[in-house]
Structures are given as C-alpha cells and as structure tokens.
C-alpha cells in the first residue's frame, strides 16, 4: 500500500467537488441576465430514421450537426463558463479584469432568436444530397421552455444512389488522351454510393496526372461529372465531360527552359529572367543577386528542375521541399512565365528565395514538468548561426538552466533539483561521410548532425552528477510519417560529484556499484525509428511508433580483450585512466493507438516495452539507461520510482529518500485513457496503466526484483483513475487522481487491492494527484 500521498490531496478533492457544485450553480445563474422573452439557444440534434441500416450512421449524424448555424455556448457538464464570465463582467466594463473576463475569456449569448431552423434544414439536406441521398425527408422541430430552447431535426433516410458506370471523356484534341488514361485507374468503383467528395477527389486525381505530364495550367476545375439517375434501381450513371472555355494553354504540354534562382529576394521587388548581375551555372541553370551568401552547389542541389524536361509535379514538390528544408529561406516562391518565341511550348522556372537572417539570439522562459514529479522554472538562452559554412549548415549554442522541486509526495521527504547545461550542434543539410551515400529517400533533406554538451545535476535528495555527451550521426526521413536516426558514434561520460548524508554509506560500501552506475563512458551507436500517422493528417485511427537500439563498449572490448591492447582497471574491467567503459545492449519500443469515435471522445493506448543487457566489461547497465516507472507520464497511481523491480518491497527507512534500487534493466508498460471533450477548453479523462520493471538477475539491495516467467504476471502493478486536461492550444494542462488496484509487493491474499473510498486512511494511503504539461502519450 503506498503512503506517500499528502494531506493536500484530500483538500484538492473537496476543491473540485466545490467546483462542481460552483458548475451548478453557474448553469442557473446565466439564465438570470437573459431579458424577458429571450432563450438561451442549446443545441440541436439529429436523429436518423431508415427502414434498413445506414452504415457509418455516426459519421453521418456527427456531420450533418457540424453544419447547423450557430452553435449554442461552449459547455463544461451543465456549465457554460465562457457565457458565465461574460455575464459577471457587467455590462459594458471599460478597463481591468472585468473587461479583460467579458472580450477575452467570456461569449455572448448565443439566442433562439439567432437561430433559423429552415436554413439549417436546407444545409442539412444539401449535404445528404452530396452524399447520394437525392430524396432525403428532413423535419426540423422546435423545442422550447421558459428560458431554454433547442432543435430536433428528425431524418428519414432511404437507400443512397450508387454508382453504375462510368462513360469517358467524348472529346477529340490531344488533351482526351491523357484524361482518358487517367480515368482508366479511377478509385470510383460500381456499386460505391454516389458522394460529391469522391468525384472532387476524382477530378483532383486527374488534374494530378495531367500536371505530371507537363499540362501545367490544367486543373480539376476544367473537369466536370454529368450525372444521369434516370436508369432507376437507385442507380447513377456517371459521364467525364470538360467544362466550357478552357483556355489554350491548359491543352499544352510544357517543358523547362531556364531556371532562375534568386538568391537573395525582397518581396518588395517582383524581377523575372536574368538581369546584370547574374552567374550562368551551365544547363540552363543561372543565380541572381548571391553577392556570395550561399555557396551555388547549396542551392542548385536543392532545385530539382531540368532544362529540356517536362514539368512534373515531383520535380516542384522536391524543389520546395529541399529549398524550405534548408531551415534558412523565410518564403520560397516558385513562379513559371510562359515563353512564347518558340513553337515548342516552354515556360522559364524563377525560383525566389527570401533569406532569414543570419543569426539570431534568443531566451525561453518555460514551465517544466517531469515524470518524476519534479517541477519548476526554466530557462534556454541560445545563439543560432543559420548559414555557418555558406552551405546552409545550421550552427547553435545552448545555455540550459532549470530548478524543479519535487510536488505531490509526502511532506516528510523534500527535494529540490538544479540542472545546469551547455549544448553546441552543427547540423549539415546533407548526409557527410568519408563514403558517398546519395539520396536515400530524395523527398526529404538529410542531416548529418554534430553535438557536443557538458551538463550538471544536482538533487538534493540524492547526489549530483557531472557528464559530458558528444555524437555524430545522421537524422533522415523516408516519408512525411517514417523518419530515421542513426548515430554511429555516442561518447558519453560520468562523474559522481557531492552526495547526499543518506548516500554517503551506500557509496562506500559499494563501490563496484557505484562505478558501474556512475563512473564508466559510454562509447557506442545509436539507432531509432519513428512512425507516426497522425502527421498526415486527423483520420480515425492513427498510429505511433518507436524503436530504440543502443550499443556501447563492443569495438573497445574486442580492441582490448580480444587483441590484448589494455590491461584491466581496479574494477576488473578494461579501461583507460581508470575509468572502464560500459558494454551493454539496450533496445525496447514505445507502440501506441489511437481510435477517434467522433464527438470529442478517443481512445489511446499505449505499449512499452524494452530490455538492456550489460555484459563482457560491465555488470550493471549505466544509472542513466536504467529503466524507471510510475508518475505522471507512466503508472499514475504510483509515485516516481516507487514501484519495482519485481516485487522488491523498499524498506521503511527508504520510503521517504531516493531509492536507488527502484530501477531495472526491463520494462513492461500497458495504459489505455479513454478521452472526451467536456468543452473545448476542458478534456475529460478515464485511464488504466499498468506494468513494471525488472533485473535479469536477484541482487542484494532489491529482493524479489528478478524476472521469472512464472512470477512476472503476478508482478504487474495496476492502477486506474480520472483526469482533466486544460486545453488552451499553446499549453495543457493536465490534471490527475489514480489509485492502485493491484500492488506487486503487497503480500495480502488475492491479486486486488480493496477499495474503501469513504475511508479517510483509505484515501490518504491510496489516492495519487499527479499535475503535468502536455498529454501523457
């Protein structure tokens, strides 16, 4: 049983229960300032009625009331707090708080008189005719009370039109052959209900195809879908025809001439083709007004344009992308003139690039929030140098600095930390190595990243650490969702600075520990890999995830073991200056789900997963690659570091400092949060974690910590809980109380913890309040 929760947990349980009650009472109130004869408007809803089953019924109701005008007062429960702020300002406040409260936060009334039923009617059946309902019944009814009023409007669905066949463009000229090829890979299939959204897709397809043939002024809407509904059964015959008036040019096919680049635009000016102080690169290729500030390889690398080719949607694409990619252009504008004195149509490319400047200085004041419940001030100050070499290579200087004090633990243990940073990076637009590597994935712009930083720790409660990280690698995308990071050389290094009374013991005792903890360097390669879905775009289910792979020490332990270079250090381990290295391989995996239900409700879930294995010069993982759980941002019903590994049971003396020994080389991490909309400012959150960590072998300070496949399940901690997030787009704030329904070293009978809320001692031992920034996944 945890008993780490402070006395001002329970205060903050009463506060929100006020703050319901405060709900309550706001709902009423906000009716007092409506005149005599106005009614607060309350929203609508849309009820489908069909004989048979409507498929995707919810997407349908949930788009169909996204079209109603107005929408009523944002509301948290039964209260609408940005109406109440409104109306408590006053009437007509000139300065201060309240006029702040009354344009800032508040919303005016939305009123029954604003809304008109029959023009939401008409919108709601024009977009069951877009969607292949052409003989939809739509029926608004009004419903009203004293000082409330709100709408029904009831649907009677029949069966959509679906699609029958699909007749190709009758047209003679040049410009049919290429829209009919097109055609023959259409997405719309017989027997698909008629939806206006699918023929735009349709016609933007199209256009597609025809821009990456060269048709360079040709767009989808020179296309048009004739509908025919008369062969009846339901059914919609469906004709490509080409509006009226579709000028000449859209019927050419084009090739590039030259290619301008205007290095150094204003968007003050507005120049075309090649005045004085231009430099032919050759191929068609000419740079306009460098005055040396990149060099000319930098950017003819990054414009994928070619004399003599035909246009191509690809080749804008990648020209934009690379230019943007860059991190040193403000705006890149991509402009094509049509040239005229040749019977081949060609049209000439200028390219404008607005530079950014040079170098900037900046500071960052931040909130910071850990996992670990730590919490406070932070600063960054920074000098960046965004075209260090000419070659666009982005060169930074990071000053980092932070105090957290550690919240929501028992009053009895208190702690502070102080972190103290300096980071320089040099990162190349390209990939850099002593072998050619090319273009991987061409639509992305790789880096080769160089990083060097010094940083201090210091916990009050615990010990401080001095380390100093150095890396060369490579960050390269494969798509808008895949991207790779591949580190081939990771230099890190650890010293153990002041240590806290209670440590002091700890230390000397052990002292093989302690060196493997903290005073080895680690000399290894990293990799990992990142998908996520969510990146190309809101779709109803998305996907993330992460692989990491970190090895250290194998080259230097076969450079001394193997070839007999080193002799080992007081440790028993290979080292140079008396300072071993780890060795030691460490991978694990973060998968997460999410399923978006419609109406402000989602599920998220999350799998984490991950061993490392020290071996060869080590006996222990690094302090820094261990695994840790519990806390905000993992299992919500335990403190930080409070669970684990096993079913290791921290002594008394323990409870209250920093345990060391709550750490371990494997770790299994379940959560699901079932996520709603209260307003939109105000989430909503149900959630369920669970998990644990583990050694790969018993050692003496952590008892029963060992994994065993036929203990472990026994093992899993379990907790759930409810939260509120605070959504105010550039900041959430995340609010949550859990309570552990199963404990690993709880060696009551049964799996399940009892749950006795109405027990005072209950819910000082179990009820955990977590506060974070951001999202826990």
């Given at each position: 049983?945890?008993?780490?929760?402070?006395?001002?947990?329970?205060?903050?349980?009463?506060?929100?229960?006020?703050?319901?009650?405060?709900?309550?009472?706001?709902?009423?109130?906000?009716?007092?300032?409506?005149?005599?004869?106005?009614?607060?408007?309350?929203?609508?809803?849309?009820?489908?009625?069909?004989?048979?089953?409507?498929?995707?019924?919810?997407?349908?109701?949930?788009?169909?009331?996204?079209?109603?005008?107005?929408?009523?007062?944002?509301?948290?429960?039964?209260?609408?707090?940005?109406?109440?702020?409104?109306?408590?300002?006053?009437?007509?406040?000139?300065?201060?708080?309240?006029?702040?409260?009354?344009?800032?936060?508040?919303?005016?009334?939305?009123?029954?008189?604003?809304?008109?039923?029959q023009r939401s009617q008409?919108?709601?059946?024009?977009?069951?005719?877009?969607?292949?309902?052409?003989?939809?019944?739509?029926?608004?009814?009004?419903?009203?009370?004293?000082?409330?009023?709100?709408?029904?409007?009831?649907?009677?669905?029949?069966q959509p039109y679906t699609i029958d066949e699909i007749f190709p463009l009758d047209a003679e000229g040049e410009i049919a052959t290429p829209i009919n090829a097109s055609l023959e890979n259409t997405r719309l299939r017989q027997g698909q209900s008629y939806q206006l959204s699918r023929l735009r897709s349709e016609r933007q397809r199209i256009s597609r195809d025809l821009r990456d043939e060269g048709y360079f002024f040709f767009n989808p809407d020179f296309l048009v879908f004739r509908a025919d509904t008369t062969i009846g059964d339901r059914r919609v015959n469906l004709a490509l025809a080409l509006s009226p008036g579709i000028p000449a040019n859209?019927?050419?096919?084009?090739?590039?001439?030259?290619?301008?680049?205007?290095?150094?635009?204003?968007?003050?000016?507005?120049?075309?083709?090649?005045?004085?102080?231009?430099?032919?690169?050759?191929?068609?290729?000419?740079?306009?007004?460098?005055?040396?500030?990149?060099?000319?390889?930098?950017?003819?690398?990054?414009?994928?344009?070619?004399?003599?080719?035909?246009?191509?949607?690809?080749?804008?694409?990648?020209?934009?992308?690379?230019?943007?990619?860059?991190?040193?252009?403000?705006?890149?504008?991509?402009?094509?003139?049509?040239?005229?004195?040749?019977?081949?149509?060609?049209?000439?490319?200028?390219?404008?690039?607005?530079?950014?400047?040079?170098?900037?200085?900046?500071?960052?004041?931040?909130?910071?929030?850990?996992?670990?419940?730590?919490?406070?001030?932070?600063?960054?100050?920074?000098?960046?140098?965004?075209?260090?070499?000419?070659?666009?290579e982005q060169f930074s200087l990071n000053l980092d600095g932070a105090y957290e004090m550690l919240l929501g633990r028992s009053e009895t243990r208190r702690a502070s930390s102080t972190e103290l940073g300096i980071t320089s990076e040099l990162t190349i637009p390209r990939f850099v190595a002593p072998f050619g590597i090319g273009e991987i994935y061409p639509f992305f712009v790789p880096r080769t990243r160089i990083v060097l930083g010094l940083n201090y720790l210091n916990r009050t409660d615990a010990f401080s650490v001095y380390s100093i990280r150095s890396q060369f690698g490579y960050q390269w995308n494969q798509s808008v969702a895949l991207q790779h990071r591949f580190n081939p050389f990771v230099f890190n290094i650890f010293t153990l600075g002041t240590i806290a009374p209670e440590y002091e013991d700890f230390f000397t005792q052990e002292v093989l520990l302690r060196r493997g903890l903290f005073e080895q360097f680690l000399l290894g390669s990293e990799y990992s890999f990142y998908y996520n879905s969510q990146l190309k775009g809101r779709r109803k289910h998305a996907w993330y995830f992460?692989?990491?792979?970190?090895?250290?020490?194998?080259?230097?332990?076969?450079?001394?073991?193997?070839?007999?270079?080193?002799?080992?250090?007081?440790?028993?381990?290979?080292?140079?200056?008396?300072?071993?290295?780890?060795?030691?391989?460490?991978?694990?995996?973060?998968?997460?789900?999410?399923?978006?239900?419609?109406?402000?409700?989602?599920?998220?879930?999350?799998?984490?997963?991950?061993?490392?294995?020290?071996?060869?010069?080590?006996?222990?993982?690094p302090y820094v690659k261990l695994f840790t759980i519990g806390g905000s941002n993992s299992i919500r019903a335990f403190q930080p570091r409070s669970l684990g590994p096993g079913a290791y049971n921290p002594p008394d003396t323990m409870m209250t400092t920093f345990n060391i020994y709550q750490s371990g080389e494997i770790k299994l991490e379940l959560n699901v949060e079932y996520?709603?909309?209260?307003?939109?400012?105000?989430?909503?959150?149900?959630?369920?974690?669970?998990?644990?960590?583990?050694?790969?072998?018993?050692?003496?300070?952590?008892?029963?910590?060992?994994?065993?496949?036929?203990?472990?399940?026994?093992?899993?901690?379990?907790?759930?809980?409810?939260?509120?997030?605070?959504d105010f787009t550039f900041l959430i704030l995340r609010l949550d109380l859990a309570f552990p329904l199963a404990v690993p070293f709880d060696d009551s009978p049964g799996y399940f913890q009892p749950i006795r809320p109405l027990e005072r001692s209950w819910r000082r031992d179990n009820l955990v309040l977590s506060f974070a920034i951001g999202y826990p996944f």
């Open positions: 049983m945890q008993n780490t929760t402070s006395s001002y947990h329970l205060k903050l349980v009463r506060a929100l229960s006020l703050l319901a009650l405060v709900a309550l009472l706001g709902s009423c109130s906000n009716m007092r300032y409506l005149e005599d004869g106005q009614q607060l408007y309350t929203g609508s809803k849309v009820i489908l009625e069909s004989d048979e089953k409507i498929d995707n019924k919810n997407e349908i109701i949930s788009e169909l009331e996204g079209v109603i005008r107005p929408q009523p007062n944002e509301r948290f429960l039964i209260w609408r707090p940005r109406l109440w702020f409104y109306n408590i300002a006053g009437e007509s406040p000139q300065r201060g708080l309240r006029k702040w409260m009354k344009n800032r936060i508040g919303r005016p009334p939305v009123l029954w008189e604003q809304f008109d039923g008409r919108l709601i059946e024009n977009r069951l005719f877009n969607r292949g309902f052409f003989d939809a019944q739509v029926e608004f009814i009004p419903i009203e009370k004293e000082k409330r009023a709100k709408a029904e409007f009831r649907v009677l669905l029949p859209a019927k050419k096919q084009f090739t590039i001439r030259n290619i301008y680049i205007h290095a150094e635009h204003s968007l003050d000016s507005d120049r075309s083709g090649a005045p004085a102080d231009t430099l032919y690169l050759g191929e068609g290729y000419y740079i306009i007004s460098n005055n040396g500030l990149f060099k000319t390889s930098t950017l003819q690398r990054a414009v994928f344009f070619e004399k003599g080719k035909i246009y191509n949607t690809q080749d804008h694409d990648l020209t934009i992308n690379h230019l943007m990619g860059l991190n040193v252009f403000k705006f890149v504008n991509v402009r094509f003139t049509e040239v005229s004195d040749n019977d081949t149509p060609q049209m000439d490319v200028n390219v404008f690039l607005t530079p950014m400047e040079k170098k900037s200085l900046g500071v960052e004041v931040r909130g910071v929030s850990k996992s670990n419940d730590f919490a406070g001030p932070g600063l960054t100050a920074s000098f960046t140098n965004r075209n260090f070499l000419r070659g666009a992460n692989y990491n792979i970190d090895l250290s020490g194998n080259t230097l332990y076969l450079l001394f073991d193997g070839l007999g270079l080193g002799e080992k250090q007081d440790d028993g381990g290979y080292g140079i200056l008396n300072q071993s290295f780890s060795q030691y391989t460490k991978t694990d995996f973060d998968l997460r789900y999410y399923l978006d239900m419609g109406h402000g409700q989602r599920i998220a879930s999350r799998l984490i997963a991950g061993v490392g294995i020290p071996y060869g010069n080590s006996t222990t993982l996520r709603f909309d209260l307003s939109n400012i105000v989430k909503g959150a149900l959630f369920a974690d669970a998990g644990n960590i583990w050694n790969l072998e018993e050692r003496e300070g952590a008892p029963g910590g060992q994994f065993k496949s036929s203990e472990f399940l026994n093992q899993i901690a379990l907790g759930t809980g409810a939260g509120l997030r605070f």
